[in-house]
């Protein structure tokens, strides 16, 4: 059953509202606001690469508010160890039974901060419950619930001592993308009130986490017509054909991308997506995914100009405004 035009309207509606209250928090980034939204509801995560104070924490505390969740923080570390993050399995003396005492990782919204500076090992923790929704500790799995997002971050300087992702692991973020510095109003009225320590906590829920739920079953509803399935085949082909492309776009990447265009055609207000749509989310949902050939990077390519030129190349299909 496809989402009818009065439900593409009232995600659209509802959609804003969530923009709007996140944007009281973090101020003069709608944009980037829509991008982590699409994500929760596609459903995904996202990797931040920023400064710091740049608003990270902000935005997920604001998010989880926004949406009557819970929040959590991880400051990783190179000593964090990944019973710090899922949580680990205690032997309880007077009932003489182990008990499992959860880990930060169990809340709807998770802000997994400088998550390049811990081990290899403590990253692969995040693996599990990124893709399947739960975690598994001395053989019992334990699901996190839903929603459902971890936000993580990583420094684009200071590198020393960091260890960089992995391709698997950075295939497991729906989308990368970055909020960078406010502009300047924003930054005058973040001045003016810099007596509020935390501006998340004057927001109010705007929807219960069930109603978030509700909104990714309905976006996965949207109508998509097969001529734009073939644009986005098409598209992730020619990825991997490129001479400066040691490793194009798994078929992984293009089921996200097809989920995240999804809830930004409702958030648009329409029940069917549109080749723009693709175009729009292409760089945040697959130029992560990217391996590049040493020697083409080293010769000046970019994830970004193959992928440029990939679009300029692949010609889109015509839009239609009539839907299944």
């Known amino acids: 059953m496809s989402m009818t035009p009065e439900q593409a309207s009232w995600f659209a509606d509802t959609f804003d509202k969530l923009v709007q209250s996140v944007g009281q928090a973090v101020l003069g980034k709608s944009d980037v606001v829509r991008l982590v939204l699409t994500s929760m509801l596609a459903p995904g995560h996202v990797l931040l690469e920023d400064a710091p104070g740049t608003g990270k924490t902000s935005l997920a505390r604001a998010l989880a508010a926004t949406v009557q969740g819970t929040s959590t923080r991880i400051q990783f570390t190179p000593d964090l160890l990944p019973s710090d993050v899922t949580g680990v399995t205690i032997y309880d003396q007077a009932t003489k039974q182990f008990e499992f005492h959860k880990g930060p990782v169990f809340a709807n919204i998770v802000l997994a901060d400088e998550i390049n500076r811990a081990s290899p090992k403590t990253q692969s923790s995040m693996l599990e419950v990124m893709e399947e929704g739960r975690v598994t500790v001395d053989g019992v799995t334990h699901e996190v619930g839903s929603p459902f997002l971890v936000i993580a971050t990583q420094n684009p300087i200071e590198?020393?001592?960091?260890?960089?992702?992995?391709?698997?692991?950075?295939?497991?973020?729906?989308?990368k993308t970055s909020l960078g510095y406010p502009d300047h109003a924003s930054s005058v009225q973040i001045l003016q009130g810099s007596a509020i320590r935390d501006r998340s906590r004057q927001l109010s829920p705007k929807i219960s986490l069930?109603?978030?739920?509700?909104?990714?079953?309905?976006?996965?509803?949207?109508?998509?017509?097969?001529?734009?399935?073939?644009?986005?085949?098409?598209?992730?082909?020619?990825?991997?054909?490129?001479?400066?492309?040691?490793?194009?776009?798994?078929?992984?990447?293009?089921?996200?991308?097809?989920?995240?265009?999804?809830?930004?055609?409702?958030?648009?207000?329409?029940?069917?997506?549109?080749?723009?749509?693709?175009?729009?989310?292409?760089?945040?949902?697959?130029?992560?995914?990217?391996?590049l050939d040493p020697e083409a990077e080293f010769a000046g390519a970019s994830a970004a100009s193959v992928m440029g030129r990939i679009l300029s190349e692949v010609a889109p299909p015509q839009a239609r405004r009539e839907s299944a």
């Open 159 to 175: 590198q020393a001592g960091t260890y960089r992702l992995p391709e698997a692991q950075l295939d497991r973020f729906l989308m």
């Open 210 to 291: 069930q109603a978030v739920d509700d909104m990714t079953s309905l976006a996965s509803t949207v109508h998509v017509d097969p001529a734009v399935l073939e644009y986005v085949s098409r598209l992730m082909e020619e990825t991997r054909l490129a001479d400066e492309v040691r490793v194009g776009v798994s078929i992984r990447g293009a089921l996200a991308l097809m989920r995240a265009v999804k809830v930004w055609a409702a958030a648009d207000g329409r029940h069917y997506v549109v080749p723009d749509d693709v175009k729009e989310l292409i760089a945040p949902v697959w130029l992560h995914r990217f391996v």
